[in-house]
């Protein structure tokens, strides 16, 4: 079955200084990996997702996530990071196995920014 | 563009009572919607998927009677909780994926989510 782990509950950075969120998942096949951002009280903003091509990924708000298939990882990452950015990260996993219908969400991870 | 709206944002109501959300594409079609739900500091749980014109497929341990969904059109599918009880207060988030072609990879869109409480 597949899994998503986002090993860290929590991170905290100072405004400026990059940040990187890890993400490890399980899965048979293929995978489609996404990276969402929830913001408190609301619902989730898609970041950005790879289906394949490009190992590297760029997404909104200065976001890009590396999709490496030996590591089963696909980490996010921001090189300057923003008070605004503080929020909640969750790492998805989908593909063929589901239909490309369900998808897997990990326990997320908080993030908070210093001044 | 991929909007998706939920209604209401936040509701409360007395135990026993029904209480319905909706969530609409705003400006793209959706065969498919899914509801999940997410308690305190926890990660989304999918309850159903939702498909246009055909009955919803629930995730095992959600009770098909206890939530009931409807996904009457292209664009906007309801999730009601039926003779809520406290136990049920939770977060809804509804999720709606482009494409009207099966096996077409879209990302999913979400709502704003649904605070339901009951006293």
Redesign the interface.
């Known amino acids: 079955a597949q899994s998503v782990t986002q090993p860290d509950i929590h991170i905290t950075v100072s405004e400026g200084a990059s940040l990187e969120l890890r993400c490890n998942y399980s899965y048979g096949a293929t995978p489609y990996l996404f990276w969402y951002v929830q913001s408190p009280g609301q619902g989730l903003q898609l970041l950005l997702k790879y289906f394949s091509g490009d190992t590297l990924v760029q997404g909104i708000k200065g976001f890009e996530a590396e999709f490496k298939r030996s590591q089963s990882s696909f980490n996010l990452r921001k090189p300057s990071v923003h008070w605004s950015d503080a929020a909640e990260y969750f790492c998805a996993v989908g593909g063929m196995n589901t239909g490309f219908q369900k998808l897997v969400f990990g326990t997320g991870t908080r993030l908070l920014v210093s001044p | 563009g991929a909007v998706?709206s939920?209604h209401p944002s936040w509701v409360i109501c007395k135990s026993g009572t029904s209480v319905k959300i909706e969530c609409r594409s705003l400006d793209f079609q959706a065969t498919?919607m899914?509801w999940y739900r997410q308690f305190p500091k926890?990660?989304?749980m999918?309850m159903a998927?939702s498909n246009e014109g055909s009955k919803a497929t629930y995730e095992q341990g959600v009770e098909k009677d206890k939530f009931l969904i409807n996904h009457a059109s292209l664009t906007l599918s309801t999730l009601t909780v039926t003779s809520a009880h406290p136990e049920d207060s939770s977060?809804y988030?509804c999720?709606a994926?482009e494409g009207l072609r099966?096996?077409?990879?879209q990302?999913?869109?979400?709502?704003?989510?649904t605070?339901l409480s009951i006293l």
């Not at chain 2, 099966?102 to 990879?105: E, Q, T």
């Not at chain 2, 990302?107 to 989510?113: C, I, R, V, W, Y």
């Open positions: 998706v939920q498919t899914f926890k990660s989304l999918l998927t977060f988030i999720s994926r099966a096996g077409v990879n990302p999913q869109h979400f709502g704003d989510g605070r």
